[in-house]
């Protein structure tokens, strides 16, 4: 769980955009142009739609990229915001004569390249926007207003008292990612009180990309005194989200309800996590910034929890056209989570990285759905949108939480996991909720079509049957019975296999599949289990095959076997080495192959769909020719990969015959038969054997013909 929780943070941080400062000299005044909201407050992020920069450019900025990043005349006698004045004009070069590193001609009436000018005027409220975020400039503005302000009026309470953190000035390393971590301690612990809200101080706007301010639950948690390189996490007890600010948010306002504890019974040790951008790889850069933290000590109603709900198991074929990734947070897991009269959420917002292009989250009660709790139609990482609820989303014991990310990987000619890294991905909600006490533990994360909290999703395999693997494995009876019968990658014997057998058949982990995927996913760094599976491998495809009778590792074409009419509800997918077929996949009984890492998952088809590697065994689909292989889905990946969405509800097998020791007790349930059920009467033959399946293919092929 908590290494989930790390990861997610990360993710909170993963990001290779720009910062943004760096471009602001390459334009005259760059570092002076007026917000239009107020001439008072600097648009710092002039090539953007968000003022502080990142993310989505408006007109300007796409004009800026489109010229190489660089003041060319052309681009300083363009309109890129069509109001009359070109951006010279605007930008204070107006006969365009101005260079990098001079004074601009003149550094006053400056105003905005990208923004319509008068904004109240008709013509420039209905002005199209670019990017998708927006429809009219109107709406764009509106939102654009809204931030570089920090407005939280809890704050300006009399009884408000302010800790502001701040590392020392530190130097950035000239490296384009740098994650930096720092813990310390809130300054009074001696009694109980609230955080109510947090002010992001940004030093060094060129580098600061995202700060995350975490809980240590550990009292005891080392404090530094200057930050330490941390990746992705701070590492120690620091596990809780309490607060995020990243390009385009300015602080958090807590709900006035509620806050979170912090001092004698709360939290006392708090650690922040900095993102530094330094895409330019500059080495003179230093930092020092930090938030502002705002606590009452005369307590709200109720203590406040951040949760985070989600799935951790992601495949995203290359050149996806559109690929969705589900998290299910069932009733189970929310009878068992949520306790009393259930919680209320107050703040939320999505979280994926650039892949992400949409995401929402489903809340469903008896059955029925009941709202969508977030809902980005068009995702941005660096353009994060958050959720205020007043009233707040009240959430019930038992009621269903669905995640539902969507994404897409036109340029992407690999694979894409869930991960920490930023080429990686992830599929979160974070959610701020009270009261904390009635959700304790408020992670519900989804691997596969397991859910950690919900027994009925894996299979026999519970809590109670892994704690064995983590620790003290090399103690068990299971371990010694493997590793003293089998040798480590070395050719099966009988002794071995029937160990393994044995193993099997007590051990529910070991039994199911799925489970034991996941299971072997979350120990990879474990030596003991890893000796363990390499013992296992040695008997793996002796067992596989025992298993699969008619499997051969000859690969065949799909063609040579399809005979009859049956074939058209039978669609065979065989893709290499990277395809990807999406949407003529017949509704049953699909099989897709894909090497290695290929198919796409979005239109699979709801059931019996077998997904398999035709090297490392013969694809389930080369003989299936009629509709009589209705059943027993088999997905087979390779070398890692599972695919996650819309999984196939009956009869899914999933298999990895060469990766793991799981393939030895991985059935694919395949019925890789070659029937034709051509009116003429061939029917039914089992191929047994290479020879046979030839000799059926051509007589189907004959029939066919026939
Ligand atoms: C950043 O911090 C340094 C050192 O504390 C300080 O001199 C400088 O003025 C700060 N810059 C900003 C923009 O706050
Ligand atoms: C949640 O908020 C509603 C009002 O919006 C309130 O009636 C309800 O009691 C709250 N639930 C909890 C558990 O505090
Ligand atoms: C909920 O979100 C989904 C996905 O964006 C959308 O299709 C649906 O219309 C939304 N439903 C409501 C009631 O807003
Ligand atoms: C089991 O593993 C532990 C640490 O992983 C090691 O200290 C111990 O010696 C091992 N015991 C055996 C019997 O291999
Ligand atoms: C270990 O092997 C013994 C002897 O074959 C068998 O009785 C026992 O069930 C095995 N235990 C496990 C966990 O496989």
Redesign the pocket.
């Known amino acids: 769980m908590s290494r989930s929780l790390l990861a997610a943070i990360l993710c909170l941080l993963a990001k290779d955009g720009d910062g943004y400062g760096i471009y602001q000299n390459r334009i005259p005044n760059g570092d002076s142009v007026p917000s239009p909201c107020n001439p008072n407050v600097i648009w710092r992020g002039v090539g953007h739609l968000n003022a502080q920069g990142g993310g989505i450019r408006n007109k300007f900025g796409l004009d800026f990229a489109a010229a190489g990043h660089t003041w060319t005349r052309e681009l300083c006698q363009k309109d890129s915001d069509e109001d009359g004045k070109t951006n010279g004009q605007e930008l204070g070069d107006p006969d365009c004569t101005w260079t990098p590193n001079s004074l601009p001609p003149l550094d006053t009436g400056l105003s905005h390249p990208a923004v319509c000018e008068p904004i109240d005027s008709e013509t420039c409220k209905s002005k199209a926007q670019e990017g998708g975020l927006y429809l009219k400039q109107e709406e764009w503005i509106a939102d654009a207003c809204k931030s570089g302000t920090f407005e939280c009026p809890a704050t300006n309470a009399a009884d408000v008292e302010r800790l502001t953190f701040q590392i020392p000035?530190t130097k950035v390393p000239n490296k384009v990612t740098s994650y930096m971590c720092q813990t310390f301690r809130v300054d009074d612990v001696s009694r109980d009180r609230h955080m109510i809200a947090t002010r992001a101080?940004?030093?060094?706007?060129n580098v600061m990309h995202h700060m995350v301010l975490f809980g240590c639950r550990d009292p005891n948690t080392p404090i530094f005194d200057v930050p330490y390189e941390c990746g992705m996490s701070p590492g120690y007890s620091c596990g809780s989200i309490l607060s995020v600010w990243t390009l385009g948010l300015d602080g958090e306002c807590f709900y006035d309800l509620s806050g979170i504890r912090v001092g004698l019974n709360g939290l006392k040790v708090l650690a922040m996590q900095y993102h530094w951008n330094n895409p330019t790889q500059e080495d003179n850069y230093?930092?020092?910034s930090g938030m502002e933290m705002y606590f009452t000590p005369n307590l709200r109603d109720y203590d406040s929890g951040v949760a985070m709900f989600g799935q951790e198991s992601i495949l995203i074929p290359p050149y996806s056209t559109g690929t969705d990734v589900t998290g299910e947070c069932t009733e189970t897991c929310m009878n068992t989570m949520v306790k009393g009269q259930g919680i209320n959420i107050t703040y939320a917002f999505n979280h994926m990285h650039y892949l992400g292009v949409s995401q929402s989250v489903e809340q469903h009660r008896n059955g029925q759905f009941l709202r969508n709790i977030t809902n980005d139609v068009v995702y941005n990482y660096d353009s994060p949108r958050t959720y205020q609820f007043e009233p707040p989303l009240e959430v019930l014991p038992g009621d269903r939480i669905v995640t539902k990310c969507h994404y897409k990987s036109p340029k992407r000619g690999i694979t894409t996991f869930y991960g920490d890294e930023t080429l990686d991905e992830m599929c979160y909600i974070f959610f701020t909720y009270y009261p904390f006490q009635n959700m304790p533990s408020p992670f519900c994360l989804a691997h596969d079509e397991w859910v950690y909290c919900d027994p009925a999703t894996r299979k026999g395999c519970q809590q109670d049957d892994i704690g064995k693997f983590f620790t003290g494995f090399n103690n068990t009876e299971l371990y010694q019975n493997i590793t003293t019968r089998c040798e480590h990658f070395s050719p099966c014997i009988t002794e071995c296999k029937e160990a393994i057998l044995t193993a099997r058949a007590s051990d529910p982990c070991l039994a199911d599949p799925a489970s034991w995927r996941i299971l072997s996913n979350s120990l990879a760094s474990s030596p003991d289990f890893n000796t363990f599976r390499a013992h296992l491998a040695s008997c793996q495809v002796e067992l596989y095959l025992e298993e699969h009778p008619t499997t051969s590792p000859a690969t065949k074409s799909p063609s040579e076997c399809e005979c009859s009419s049956g074939a058209t509800d039978n669609a065979a997918t065989s893709t290499l080495p990277s395809g990807a077929e999406t949407t003529s996949r017949a509704p049953d009984n699909a099989a897709t192959s894909t090497l290695p890492s290929g198919a796409e998952t979005t239109s699979r088809a709801p059931d019996n769909a077998a997904t398999d590697n035709p090297t490392t065994t013969k694809s389930p689909s080369e003989c299936e020719c009629s509709s009589g292989a209705t059943d027993n889905a088999a997905t087979s990946t390779l070398p890692s990969g599972a695919e996650t969405t819309s999984r196939a509800p009956d009869n899914a097998a999933t298999d990895n015959p060469t990766s793991n020791c799981g393939a030895a007790n991985n059935q694919a349930t395949t019925k890789a038969t070659c029937e034709c059920d051509d009116s003429s009467g061939a029917v039914g033959n089992e191929a047994n054997s290479l020879l046979a399946k030839f000799a059926v293919a051509l007589i189907c092929l004959v029939l066919l013909k026939g």
Do not use: G, H, K
């Open positions: 000035p101080i940004i030093n060094n706007t230093m930092d020092s």
